[in-house]
């Protein structure tokens, strides 16, 4: 996203699926204003091998483009996703903004 850098990392937390999609609408919306190209890439943080995919999903692609990473179910994540989503908004550059879904709860 050329111009501005935008928020690395959006942490959203309820059940309220309505309430969570505007949210995430939010993030991508202010991404897409800045690049129209903008992708969205869904996550599931209970997926075997999501650490990798978390790193490929936040890497910049080699067309260029920002990309969205909404990263669901972060309340049933292991110590090791959440590390890497936090590793990777540390390392996001201008063109990715991480959204991490947690449910509530403990």
Do not use: W, Y
């Not at 202010?30 to 936040?58: F, H, M, S, W």
């Amino acid at each position: 996203m050329a111009g501005t850098k935008c928020e690395s990392l959006t942490l959203v937390v309820g059940g309220e699926a309505l309430l969570v999609e505007r949210a995430v609408d939010s993030v991508v919306q202010r991404a897409r204003k800045v690049d129209p190209q903008t992708e969205r890439r869904d996550l599931d943080a209970t997926e075997q091998g999501i650490v990798g995919r978390i790193d490929e999903a936040c890497s910049p692609t080699l067309f260029g483009g920002g990309a969205v990473v909404v990263i669901d179910n972060v309340e049933s994540a292991d110590e090791s996703v959440v590390a890497a989503i936090v590793a990777a908004a540390a390392q996001a550059s201008d063109e990715v903004a991480i959204v991490a879904l947690h449910a509530g709860g403990a």
